[in-house]
């Protein structure tokens, strides 16, 4: 067992891209945890999908062994997060398990948005930061000017900012000694109540739900009985260990350390991200605080291609739920999809990161409707008057036109951090998306830190990928929620053969209506295939059609044998087709493909 005085929990946060994954792969390698020949880039990104995006999505934690140079052995608990706007709920998770905090910033492009927000969120906790300055080898690298923004934009002494390159190796020696005299012990007291917080968990097919926890006070070790102070289940542990990459058994953990139990537990719905662990026979008097509850800002319908797979897609999405906090979601159905299920995501990326989720670690083939945010609806009363006052993010609960008094829709406050040359390009773009810029700060003759208004709803769709090309990359968006604004509301219906398909419709600021509707039709006209007759494609509001496309009949030449002859014989035969095309579209069923459902999310040029 390790003193407490020798142990340092810590993490590492950053903008993305910074380089938080190189640096933990860089301490990992120092301290030997893996042989060079089995040594793979970013090595904590454990998840296929991680590797392919080049980003981290699951925060990772390991225990870092390491002799500082006064020859005492020191045991680091190192947790890596992400950097995405979208997984900012992992970092926070992160956090509360760790006393200290390493604050990447990239010497080529300096403090971004995400940087700041996180390094909030470090305060919050009362974490010790510690700033460092990374991919200090690389041509453009400017060390002196990002220690003045070090100083001038987060406030921290740029003096003690360390430097290394996490992709050289540059500067390690020197950020192990630091961590170790820096970084404050854990305090807490191992003779005290067992109290430990969940910080994540994941499901190992073999042995039921693996715990990751931060012991706070007390011990925990084989065969001891514990409680989950939330939902007041009592388990027998059976095995405690750390992570050293791969699980690693220790007879117990104490107060201080970070690790894992393993206690058979079957049922997912016992175990909670952010509750506390205590002794069943010797309880601790109150839970640790938690992380705040979690608020989803987009809604999706999720529903299984094929109806018989619901089951599967429940269980999958339990696993799921459970490795990832942030998921939210209830039963839902649809008349076109049959059962699925109402989710709620922190942002696009999150939504596209769990449907990929699903379909390789579950094998689940899914659809989703298109994305839409939480409205608040005020309904007529009874005699005009006001009515009562309703949430709705799903466009199949939005109630007639004839009842609706007034909407409202959430806004952000968006903050966007480029270099000045991109400037004229952004502000467009925010003002083609409804922004109303509230602020605007130079912070240095080349970066510029603007601040808009804007409905969320605007955000969703392209807002992130058209701000990246428009700025090649070099701008940085963080936003927060602020509050709800009055909106012209509208929901629009998209018809097929006059039939209305509910889980094609959607809620959207009206004016832009004709636009949207436009779109929609004309990408479900490129992916319906054509049938013996005419596909009507209407967007519509109520009983008003806005837009309209048609996918052609295939025809068939009922002329090809009449060489000449009489007309009326042709008129005949043309005139027959046509009743059978008017029969066959009174009976026939148009068929959606997948795809269709698809091509509604995606921009045209995707």
């Given at each position: ?28 390698q ?39 140079a006064?020859g ?8 890596d997060t992400?950097?995405h ?6 970092v ?9 905090a ?66 050289r ?19 807490g ?9 969940i ?19 007390g ?32 007879p ?40 705040r509850?979690i ?27 459970l ?17 699925g ?21 579950f ?18 009363g ?30 952000i ?23 109303v ?5 130079y ?21 992130y990928d ?13 936003y ?9 509301l509208?929901?629009?219906?998209i ?37 013996q ?13 806005i ?10 030449d ?7 002859g ?41």
């Amino acid at each position: 067992m390790t003193e407490t005085s020798l142990i340092r929990n810590f993490c590492i946060i950053a903008h993305i891209d910074h380089g938080k994954s190189t640096l933990a792969d860089r301490l990992i390698q120092k301290a030997r945890l893996v042989e060079d020949r089995d040594f793979q880039d970013q090595i904590l990104d454990n998840m296929d999908i991680e590797r392919e995006r080049g980003i981290t999505i699951k925060s990772q934690a390991v225990s870092i062994p390491y002799t500082a140079a006064d020859g005492r052995e020191y045991e680091l608990n190192l947790v890596d997060t992400p950097g995405h706007v979208d997984f900012t709920y992992e970092v926070s998770r992160a956090i509360s398990s760790c006393e200290g905090a390493l604050l990447l910033v990239d010497a080529t492009q300096g403090v971004q948005a995400q940087t700041l927000s996180n390094m909030y969120l470090a305060l919050e906790q009362n974490l010790e930061i510690v700033p460092v300055i990374n991919k200090i080898d690389m041509q453009a690298a400017d060390i002196a000017g990002t220690r003045k923004q070090i100083e001038k934009d987060l406030g921290l002494d740029a003096g003690g900012a360390l430097l290394v390159s996490a992709r050289r190796g540059t500067g390690i020696d020197e950020l192990f000694e630091a961590l170790v005299k820096r970084i404050p012990p854990p305090s807490g007291d191992p003779s005290m109540p067992l109290r430990a917080l969940i910080f994540d968990c994941h499901y190992d097919p073999y042995r039921g739900v693996v715990v990751h926890l931060r012991i706070f006070d007390g011990q925990i070790k084989k065969g001891m009985r514990i409680s989950f102070m939330s939902s007041g289940s009592v388990y027998e542990v059976e095995t405690t260990g750390i992570f050293r990459l791969a699980l690693v058994e220790t007879p117990e953990l104490s107060a201080g350390d970070v690790g894992y139990i393993i206690a058979g537990i079957k049922t997912l719905g016992d175990v909670r991200v952010g509750d506390t662990v205590t002794g069943a026979d010797n309880p601790c008097a109150a839970p640790l605080p938690g992380f705040r509850e979690i608020k989803p800002v987009v809604f999706s319908s999720i529903y299984p291609v094929d109806s018989n797979d619901y089951e599967e897609l429940r269980t999958g999405m339990e696993k799921l739920k459970l490795n990832d906090a942030s998921l939210i979601y209830e039963k839902d159905s649809s008349a076109a999809l049959g059962f699925g299920f109402r989710c709620g995501f922190l942002g696009l990326l999150h939504l596209e990161v769990i449907q990929e989720r699903l379909e390789r670690e579950f094998n689940q083939s899914v659809i989703f409707t298109a994305p839409s945010v939480k409205y608040r609806i005020k309904l007529r009363g009874p005699g005009g008057g006001a009515g009562e006052e309703i949430l709705v993010d799903n466009p199949m609960e939005y109630p007639d036109e004839g009842r609706v008094e007034s909407a409202e829709e959430p806004y952000i406050r968006a903050s966007i951090i480029t270099p000045c040359e991109y400037l004229g390009n952004i502000m467009t773009l925010c003002l083609e998306k409804r922004g109303v810029q509230t602020n605007m700060t130079y912070l240095d003759e080349k970066r510029v830190e603007m601040v808009y208004d804007m409905p969320l709803a605007e955000v969703l769709f392209d807002f992130y990928d058209r701000l990246k090309s428009i700025s090649r990359g070099y701008a940085s968006f963080d936003y927060d929620i602020t509050d709800y604004k009055p909106t012209e509301l509208a929901k629009m219906d998209i018809l097929l053969n006059g039939k209305a398909v509910d889980a094609l419709s959607q809620l959207v600021f009206r004016p832009r209506a004709y636009d949207r509707a436009r779109k929609v039709c004309e990408r479900l006209r490129d992916e319906i295939p054509r049938q013996q007759f005419k596909i009507p494609i209407q967007g519509a509001i109520g009983s008003q059609i806005i837009a309209r496309e048609t996918v052609n009949a295939l025809r068939k030449d009922v002329l090809a044998k009449c060489y000449g002859g009489d007309i009326t014989r042709k008129r005949k035969l043309l005139e027959k087709q046509k009743e059978g095309k008017k029969r066959m579209k009174m009976v026939g069923d148009v068929e959606l493909p997948q795809s269709a459902f698809l091509a509604v999310l995606k921009t045209k040029d995707e």
